[in-house]
């Protein structure tokens, strides 16, 4: 089993930032691809980012790109996701998951492990 816990959410006021941080533990982190996935309330969860196994490659859906930066640190087991420009409608649950694969997916079926969520509320 891998142990995935989120921190680092919280309430902003629009345009500031927040720091998300995803602590691995359980197996080898550095084995699988990572996504960031978001739910906001009476909404599905979408996916907001993935990076493969050693980070050689990035993704980013389009509401976020160029405001989200998405990294992994494989030596201290832990994925992030940089937030900046934060606007109202990026309030959610924000999750991240590990597949047990080289690449990312946005598709949240392909995922198999999940973190317990952080919240994060951002203020207009």
């Known amino acids: 089993q891998l142990q995935l816990v989120e921190s680092g959410g919280g309430t902003v006021q629009a345009g500031g930032s927040l720091r998300l941080s995803c602590a691995a533990s359980?197996?080898?982190?550095?084995?699988?691809?990572m996504g960031w996935f978001r739910q906001a309330p009476g909404k599905e969860r979408e996916f907001v980012s993935g990076?493969?196994?050693?980070?050689?490659?990035?993704g980013y859906a389009d509401s976020v790109k160029g405001r989200f930066t998405i990294s992994r640190d494989n030596a201290k087991n832990t994925l992030y996701l940089q937030m900046n420009s934060l606007k109202p409608e990026d309030t959610a649950v924000y999750y991240c998951a590990a597949r047990d694969a080289l690449d990312y997916s946005d598709y949240d079926g392909a995922y198999d492990y999940w973190g317990q969520g952080t919240q994060v509320t951002v203020s207009s």
């Open positions: 359980g197996r080898t982190f550095s084995s699988y691809a």
């Open positions: 990076i493969t196994w050693i980070g050689g490659s990035t």
